[in-house]
């Protein structure tokens, strides 16, 4: 029911776009010239076009709103997991270090620290606190 309701409001709104284009400025619409030998007179071709602006305005809009009272009240009975991206599963080991750590701009001076710092108050990895210094 949506798709169809969908391709009709495409096709309402294609029909309302090549109406309002065939109209005229000064108001001449579908005839060129004004004479009254044609199928349509030129006031007959401009009521007309105006007519069946309104028209599809109108339905355009109707619908509109219909199918967005529609999308709203839409229960969808699947998700979509196409875009469904995993977690990476394992962690890089604790004294392992990461590739290019501490380097910036090529700068490798940092990434030769020794790993096994000590700051007052921090517990190591082998459970010793040191004593911040007073």
């Known amino acids: 029911m949506f798709s169809?309701?969908?391709v009709v409001h495409?096709?309402?709104a294609l029909a309302?776009?090549?109406v309002i284009l065939m109209q005229r400025s000064e108001g001449g619409g579908l005839t060129g010239g004004g004479s009254p030998a044609g199928l349509m007179s030129a006031r007959g071709a401009a009521d007309f076009l105006t007519r069946s602006?309104?028209?599809l305005a109108t339905a355009f809009v109707v619908l509109s709103i219909a199918l967005a009272f529609l999308a709203a009240t839409?229960?969808?009975t699947t998700v979509d997991t196409s875009i469904k991206r995993t977690a990476p599963t394992t962690a890089p080991a604790p004294n392992q270090p990461l590739p290019n750590a501490?380097?910036?701009g090529g700068d490798t001076g940092n990434?030769?620290?020794p790993a096994n710092l000590s700051f007052p108050g921090v517990t190591s990895p082998q459970g010793n606190t040191t004593a911040p210094k007073k």
């Open 4 to 6: 169809f309701l969908l």
């Open 10 to 12: 495409f096709l309402i």
């Open 16 to 18: 309302l776009v090549t």
């Open 53 to 55: 602006t309104a028209i």
């Open 74 to 76: 839409r229960h969808a």
């Open 102 to 104: 501490g380097s910036f």
């Open 111 to 113: 990434a030769a620290a």
